[in-house]
């Protein structure tokens, strides 16, 4: 008998010893009270009671908190704005200047009222989103109330995350706006303040800029976006300062196109409103760069006549027809510095451009002082032929602006000399110019000793007409003393 009390009085002894959090009850009897511990029924855990020291919130009973370090029953908690007198009486656990404020975004949390913007996610408070309203910037995501609205930050203003920014990027503790080509919706989120819909577009040369990342060149001067000078790498053409990118790389505007600069054009001149080539003599390393188009052992050179050609500026003649150098015609009008601006290739004394000589080799119509080249040689005006000088014409006589033919038994050596297109041998050396007679071929009275042309044949007089000499008549006699065709 004794036995057996005393197992029954050594098992409740046993039962006595629980700690906290394990299971107590009817099963299991008694928690250790020497700890300041019951059994609290409604969780059947061994818990501590109010007022006993605590280090967390699970070590008391149902209905209490740890707070400052003794289990309290709990009350409502204060929430944020209402006076408060300990960090305790907050929801926040934060009491300042007799204020509950709330907790800060990305501060730890349970419950909504926790945070200052009413907003516990995760375990985390976040602030308000954009368009939320708001009393004070730290509600905000972005950690900026404007106008009583959350909304983000312009680039430039400080920032301490990126989702503070509309442009979804702080750098350095400031806003930042995208780069050009980056993703966009808004102009505000670019850092050139242009979005097409798509992406950032960079800010066009000579627009005003702050930074060289406002700009499609990568290059703001003196708060002015520059263009890329000729020869710079590119990837587009608003880059350039001429608006070219050509595999890569920047090319100058061409000749006779529109510019503001020098620095446009590839020949870095701009004169009026338009790119001008180099002039002659000038250094070059292309063609384009100069005013002729043509660069020659590293410098400009006028094209000679006959080469190909766009505008007269690149003829050395100063004459482009129909896409070719042509040569300076001849005449008082043509004024010349060297022969090779004439189309003769000859600038006389009184730099003047003038016509090849009779029997001159030629190519075209033009080199000649006749202004005919006939196969590959300048050849005289016929009689009457409208003339400016006498070496134009065959017989070397122009007369009020006709070429005229020599008269009979005047000095000839070609038929074409002679108003009767025929130079002959008088005697047995001399030659000059003969009339033609009765039945030879002819073109004009002129021709004919009888001053009549019919028929493309010379005819005679007849009987009784007056004459010179026998040939004048058609009988071949006119008589000496009476000077009538007999």
Do not use: W
Request: charged content about 25%; aromatic content about 6%; hydrophobic content about 20%.
């Amino acid at each position: 008998m004794l036995t057996l009390k005393f197992l029954i009085i050594t098992n409740q002894a046993c039962k006595i010893k629980k700690f906290i959090n394990e299971p107590c009850g009817s099963r299991y009897e008694g928690c250790d009270n020497s700890k300041g511990l019951f059994c609290d029924t409604i969780l059947t855990k061994c818990r501590k009671k109010d007022l006993e020291n605590c280090t967390k919130d699970e070590e008391c009973k149902n209905g209490s908190l740890c707070l400052s370090g003794i289990c309290q029953k709990i009350i409502e908690k204060k929430r944020n704005n209402e006076n408060c007198s300990i960090n305790d009486e907050c929801l926040s656990e934060k009491c300042f200047s007799q204020i509950c404020l709330g907790k800060l975004a990305r501060n730890s949390c349970k419950v909504n009222g926790e945070c200052l913007s009413d907003i516990c996610k995760d375990g985390l408070c976040f602030g308000k989103s954009n368009g939320t309203s708001c009393s004070q910037d730290l509600e905000c995501h972005s950690q900026y109330c404007s106008n009583s609205s959350c909304s983000l930050k312009s680039n430039g203003e400080s920032c301490s995350f990126y989702g503070e920014c509309i442009s979804d990027n702080c750098k350095v503790g400031i806003c930042y706006g995208k780069s050009n080509d980056d993703s966009c919706l808004k102009d505000e989120e670019c850092l050139s303040n242009i979005c097409n819909g798509t992406k950032c577009l960079g800010k066009p040369n000579s627009a005003l800029c702050n930074s060289d990342g406002e700009c499609v060149s990568q290059n703001c001067k003196e708060k002015i976006c520059y263009g890329k000078a000729n020869g710079d790498s590119c990837s587009k053409h608003e880059e350039c300062l001429s608006n070219i990118c050509i595999e890569g790389f920047c090319f100058g505007k061409p000749n006779l196109a529109l510019c503001y600069s020098d620095r446009e054009c590839l020949s870095d001149i701009c004169n009026d409103g338009l790119c001008l080539g180099k002039s002659n003599g000038t250094s070059c390393s292309k063609d384009l760069e100069c005013l002729s188009q043509f660069c020659s052992n590293s410098s400009c050179f006028f094209k000679r006549n006959g080469e190909g050609c766009n505008f007269y500026g690149e003829c050395i003649s100063y004459n482009c027809k129909e896409g070719s150098c042509y040569g300076k015609f001849n005449g008082a009008s043509s004024s010349c510095l060297k022969n090779e601006e004439c189309v003769s290739n000859i600038c006389n004394e009184e730099k003047k451009c003038f016509g090849k000589p009779n029997s001159a080799l030629c190519f075209s119509n033009g080199e000649c002082l006749s202004d005919i080249c006939k196969d590959g040689f300048c050849t005289p005006k016929s009689n009457r032929e409208n003339c400016t000088l006498n070496v134009q014409c065959y017989s070397n006589i122009c007369l009020d602006s006709i070429c005229v033919g020599k008269d009979n038994l005047e000095d000839c050596n070609v038929d074409m000399e002679c108003k009767s297109k025929l130079c002959d041998l008088i005697g047995s050396s001399i030659k000059a110019c003969k009339p033609k007679v009765t039945d030879d071929p002819c073109d004009d009275d002129e021709e004919c000793s009888s001053n009549k042309c019919t028929d493309n044949m010379c005819e005679g007089l007849p009987i009784g007409s007056t004459c010179m000499d026998n040939y004048d008549c058609k009988s071949g006699n006119c008589a000496p003393d009476i000077f009538q065709c007999a």
